[in-house]
C-alpha cells in the first residue's frame, strides 16, 4: 500500500510504508513494502535501554530509503523508532516459543 504525502503546495509524492515484524523479545526486522530492509534491536538493561535501526546493506547515501541518511539510527524506545519509521506497525509472527 503507497500512501501519499504532501511534499509542497499542489504536489504529491508516494510515501515509503514500513511495517516491524517481531522475531524475539528486543529483536525485529523492518519491512519496507514487505522486503526486510533493516533491523531494529534493543540494546541494554532498563534505564540503559537504547533501539538501533540498521540497514542491511550499506549502501550510498542516495540510494538510502527515506528517513535514513545513516546506514545506522539509535533512539531512546521503541516508539521512538517507529515513530521515525512513519508510525510503523507491529507485525508478532508467533516464531517464539
Avoid at 526486510?36 to 537504547?50: C, D, F, H, M, P
Avoid at 533512539?75 to 516464531?95: C, H, I, K, P, Y
Wanted: proline fraction near 7%; charged fraction near 25%; glycine fraction near 8%.
Amino acid at each position: 500500500m503507497k500512501v501519499l504525502q504532501c511534499c509542497c503546495a499542489n504536489k504529491w509524492k508516494p510515501r515509503m510504508t514500513y511495517t516491524l515484524s517481531r522475531l524475539a523479545p528486543g529483536s525485529y526486522d523492518v519491512l519496507l513494502d514487505g522486503v526486510i530492509v533493516a533491523s531494529l534491536v534493543r540494546n541494554g538493561e532498563e534505564e540503559y535501554t537504547t533501539w538501533t535501526v540498521e540497514l542491511l546493506e550499506d549502501v550510498h547515501p542516495r540510494r538510502r530509503p527515506p528517513p535514513f541518511t545513516e546506514p545506522e539510527h539509535s533512539f531512546g524506545s521503541m516508539e521512538e523508532a517507529q515513530e521515525w519509521l512513519g508510525n510503523a506497525a507491529v507485525l508478532d509472527t508467533g516464531r517464539m516459543g
